[in-house]
């Protein structure tokens, strides 16, 4: 805004005795001058103290920043109208967000200058890109740890619900992004892979191998039912052939052929991050019954890697016998964290010397929760 500064003009030289007016005419002149410059004051006023209210207004759009105390953000608006308040609760209130939720996701949206939620809703990486930058802020400017985990709890519960409302379908392989994660299904053995690149001719994924870490050789032209699961948590399934072997990017490949005949799987709740994440878990056991139940930690230590994680549960690869069923306190350290769940086994699959346990969590405290999820959706930062 232009501020406009208002100063008498004042002549350098005046001859008095040529003004003729008289006294009456003087003082109505100089008390309609006066109310004149008053009046003038007062617009402007008004006006400069409506564009702090709204920095919508027509001049103001392409330089003015807004600012929240409540979030501590500051953003750029670039030109375009942010969204209207009623038209983002409607859609708000259709997608399922709660009251908390709708106001945690205007936060997100606002402090990224979005002018169009729609367009953001259907794009999984510019949903992430408004979250991640949400999330920094919170993480910044909470006055208090306590108050940081909760605003970040209810930010990931809001990506959370908005996880299976975004993004479209797929429509060919060639659309698959590197490293997104892949299960081939060869008879009756699964091996996970990941897609090292999906240009070109062929379909390249990391080269399968066996339970001691040896590579697998698939014949040729042999048929494959492959599922793999996008970063917004969309499984989709298709059937593939091997054309062959190669090196793609440095790494060993095995190349498949496209489809265009992927079909959608169930959506999971909560997405999903494969990883190698080395973990301790101990053997957890109830005690009593009733209300004076009590769970006891076996203090002899396991060790293996969670292989997949989630907020809803792990997977974990051991050399430690572990039954189906069994209840165990996980701990593992992300960054400069370590987080600890209950968990129970849901079922578990030998693969030559190691079992897989499949974990549904039990319990976990907010900050749990919170480092799961910045891990998940790669919002942590250095």
Same mark, same amino acid.
């Not at 240009?199 to 697998?216: T, Y």
């Given at each position: 805004?232009? @501020? ?325 306190? @996980? ?21 030559? @010397? ?29």
């Amino acid at each position: 805004m232009s @501020i406009v500064n208002i100063m008498p003009l004042l002549p350098l030289q005046a001859d008095i005795t040529a003004m003729q007016w008289t006294k009456n005419e003087t003082s109505t002149d100089a008390i309609i001058f006066v109310i004149g410059v008053v009046v003038i004051i007062a617009v402007l006023i008004i006006i400069n103290s409506i564009r702090k209210k709204n920095p919508m207004m027509s001049g103001d759009i392409s330089r003015k920043s807004t600012s929240s105390s409540s979030g501590g953000r500051s953003s750029s608006v670039t030109g375009q109208r942010l969204f209207s308040g009623f038209a983002f609760r409607r859609l708000a209130k259709n997608i399922g967000l709660d009251h908390d939720q709708t106001k945690m996701f205007e936060f997100v949206l606002r402090s990224d200058s979005v002018a169009d939620p729609e367009r953001s809703i259907k794009n999984p990486e510019l949903l992430d890109r408004h979250f991640r930058r949400a999330y920094r802020i919170i993480d910044q400017s909470s006055s208090t740890d306590e108050e940081a985990q909760e605003r970040l709890a209810l930010l990931f519960s809001t990506r959370n619900l908005l996880e299976n409302v975004s993004g479209s379908g797929l429509a060919s392989t060639r659309q698959l992004q590197e490293n997104t994660t892949t299960v081939l299904h060869v008879g009756k053995e699964k091996y996970n892979t990941a897609i090292i690149s999906s240009k070109g001719e062929n379909l390249a994924v990391e080269r399968p191998e066996n339970a001691l870490g040896s590579p697998i050789n698939i014949p040729r032209g042999n048929k494959l039912n492959i599922v793999v699961f996008t970063k917004n948590n969309k499984g989709f399934s298709f059937e593939s052939r091997v054309l062959g072997y190669s090196t793609t990017q440095g790494l060993p490949s095995m190349l498949l052929a496209h489809s265009s005949q992927l079909k959608m799987l169930s959506h999971r709740r909560f997405r999903r991050k494969q990883s190698v994440i080395a973990c301790m878990f101990f053997f957890v056991y109830v005690e009593g019954s009733g209300k004076k139940q009590r769970l006891i930690v076996d203090k002899r230590r396991l060790t293996g890697n969670i292989m997949d994680i989630s907020v809803g549960g792990c997977s974990i690869k051991t050399t430690a016998p572990v039954a189906g069923g069994a209840r165990l306190k @996980i701990e593992f350290t992300q960054g400069d964290i370590t987080a600890a769940a209950l968990g129970q086994g849901l079922r578990t699959n030998r693969t030559g @010397i190691n079992t897989i346990i499949h974990i549904k969590f039990l319990r976990a405290a907010v900050r749990t929760m919170n480092t799961i999820n910045a891990y998940v959706y790669d919002y942590a930062y250095e």
